[in-house]
């Protein structure tokens, strides 16, 4: 079975400070690891994908996360942050079948 | 590539009332979800279809739900009668048959508000 959870509902940090949104993972079988963001009164939309060709994975706007097999974990990051970051954050796992897990989500502010 | 289409974007309707939302995944998308996000939630899958069969629908409220997709394109979700704790969004999304563990494709959704 899959799943994912992900630590802190909100976060807040200042505008160019670093961003980090934390997502560990439970997997039976080698895991695809997601990260998605949702803007207000919008659909989710991919920031970046773990496949295990490479354990640090580079997304979209900035954000990068790094698979750490040891640490079940797959932990967003972005070294400065802007006010357009600002929105709804969620972890995905996928498994046999293409199910996808996802988790309850980070809102994540930034403070001007 | 146009892509996931949903309507209406915004629905209001009086608890016991029926309702019915409509998706167009991505031509050639041959895996097409649902998904209910209840405000501060994470998506939680409804059903997921293969072409035009069921491939999970264990979390699906059949008692008040039911989705169709009768020739492997478009889908439809009702609910019928609504109650309250239905007020959500109702997310669909679609996957390639290529993109094997690929990226899920989502649409705007679709806002249920029961009263």
């Known amino acids: 079975a899959q799943s994912v959870t992900q630590l802190g509902s909100h976060v807040s940090v200042s505008e160019g400070a670093l961003v980090l949104l934390r997502c560990n993972y439970s997997s039976s079988v080698p895991p695809y690891l997601f990260w998605y963001v949702q803007y207000p009164n919008q659909g989710l939309q991919l920031l970046l994908k773990y496949t295990s060709a490479a354990t640090l994975v580079k997304g979209i706007n900035g954000f990068e996360a790094e698979f750490k097999k040891s640490e079940t974990s797959f932990h967003l990051t972005k070294p400065s942050a802007h006010m357009s970051d600002a929105a709804e954050y969620f972890c995905a796992v996928s498994g046999v079948g293409n199910q996808f897990y996802f988790g309850t989500g980070t809102s994540l502010t930034v403070i001007p | ?115």
């Open chain 2, 1 to 115: 590539e146009a892509g996931v289409a949903q309507s209406p974007r915004y629905k209001i309707i009086e608890k016991r009332q029926s309702v019915a939302f409509w998706c167009n995944p991505i031509s050639g998308h041959a895996t097409l979800y649902w998904y209910q996000q209840i405000l501060g939630q994470g998506p939680k899958l409804l059903i997921q279809f293969q072409n035009n069969g069921v491939v999970d629908d264990s979390q699906l409220p059949k008692d008040r739900f039911s989705a169709e997709r009768l020739k492997g394109v478009d889908s439809t979700l009702k609910i019928q009668p609504a109650k309250l704790e239905d007020s959500a969004v109702y997310l669909c999304a679609s996957i390639g048959t290529s993109a094997w563990r690929g990226e899920l494709f989502f649409g705007e959704g679709s806002r249920l508000t029961v009263l």
